[in-house]
């Protein structure tokens, strides 16, 4: 079992940023992809950002490419999501996931987080 934590949202306004990371424990030895998910209120759950074990291989979704950043520091068991020049369509609850495989795909994900609410104010 892995645990994952997210914390780092909050409210910003347009054109800010915020940095989310994901802490997880449990069985971390073995090797896991991390993504990251949103879901806005009244919608389904997308897809946003994942990063593969060793990070060698990332995925963006086209609505934050170039805004956004995922990065991972496995000694310290954790992933970030820098989120730079922040809209207000970017407004959800934010929750990142583990799995083997590095994808979009949300079914492939075995654990999840609780997810951190960020807020952009236009």
């Known amino acids: 079992q892995v645990q994952l934590v997210e914390s780092g949202g909050g409210l910003v306004q347009a054109g800010g940023s915020l940095r989310l990371s994901c802490a997880a424990s449990?069985?971390?030895?073995?090797?896991?992809?991390t993504g990251w998910f949103r879901q806005a209120p009244g919608k389904e759950r997308e897809f946003v950002a994942a990063?593969?074990?060793?990070?060698?291989?990332?995925y963006y979704a086209d609505s934050v490419k170039g805004r956004f950043t995922i990065s991972r520091d496995n000694a310290k068991n954790t992933v970030l999501l820098q989120m730079n020049s922040l809209k207000p369509e970017d407004t959800a609850v934010y929750y990142c996931a583990a799995g083997a495989t590095t994808t979009y795909n949300s079914g492939a994900y075995n654990y999840w987080g609780q997810g951190t609410q960020v807020t952009v104010s236009s």
């Open positions: 990063i593969s074990w060793n990070g060698g291989r990332t």
């Open positions: 449990g069985r971390t030895g073995s090797p896991y992809a």
